[in-house]
């Protein structure tokens, strides 16, 4: 059943936060508290554009960090539609090679959305889509070291290609947008998406706001 058709519109949450500051983590946490069936999470990097119309050396020059090379404007579109209870169909990418995928992954609009990612803070029409907004902060050594595990484990990069972009990209661009939107955040949390005290706020804050909705309605 849809969150139309339950006459619930959806809250949406957005967490933002350095390359590696535990977004990720603070999702799931936040999913294991308040249930699955209650919850699903879009993560901004699913909306980077294709870029299977260049070589493959050219994509890995590109610089991944900066605003524009995001879709922003259909992540936009795709959450609107979710809160009018509507499913939309977000892009799947491949970090291996820098395109999108054919497919694609069919989202079902729930009680709660979380929108995750380093960069959604910083364009003015996406926050407008959220009720809450969250930043993670975490000291940039922590967030390196996670980032190294991940690119090398996960997207298939090598120690050297990952630390070029990370002085090249990650960092400049942390710098200039990530860092900067931390002002347009409601609540902060620390320790790596392990504040527990605060994540437990965070938790009571989107619990109200479910109340406040039900009893507008």
């Not at 209650?38 to 960090?65: C, F, K, M, P």
């Not at 259909?74 to 999108?100: E, M, N, S, W």
């Not at 290609?161 to 947008?177: C, G, K, N």
Request: aromatic share 6%; net charge positive.
């Amino acid at each position: 059943m849809s969150v139309k058709e339950e006459g619930i519109e959806s809250i949406i949450v957005g967490i933002a936060g350095g390359s590696g500051s535990g977004k990720t983590t603070l999702a799931r946490e936040i999913t294991r508290r308040l249930g699955n069936d209650q919850i699903t999470v879009i993560r901004h990097d699913s909306y980077y554009l294709d870029h299977g119309h260049v070589t493959l050396a050219e994509r890995a020059n590109i610089n991944y960090d900066h605003p524009d090379v995001l879709e922003t404007t259909l992540l936009v579109k795709h959450l609107k539609a979710l809160r009018c209870g509507q499913p939309v169909k977000i892009p799947i990418y491949d970090f291996t090679t820098h395109t999108r995928k054919s497919a694609a992954e069919t989202i079902y609009p729930k009680k709660i959305i979380i929108v995750e990612g380093i960069l959604i803070f910083a364009d003015e029409a996406l926050r407008r889509q959220m009720d809450i907004k969250v930043f993670v902060d975490t000291g940039a050594y922590i967030r390196f070291i996670r980032r190294l595990q991940r690119d090398i484990g996960e997207r298939g990069r090598t120690w050297g290609s990952v630390i070029r972009q990370y002085l090249s990209t990650v960092r400049p661009m942390h710098l200039e947008f990530v860092e900067p939107s931390k002002k347009y955040a409601d609540v902060i949390v620390t320790k790596g998406g392990y504040d527990q005290k605060t994540v437990d706020e965070l938790i009571s804050r989107i619990k109200s706001i479910k109340q406040r909705s039900k009893l507008e309605r």
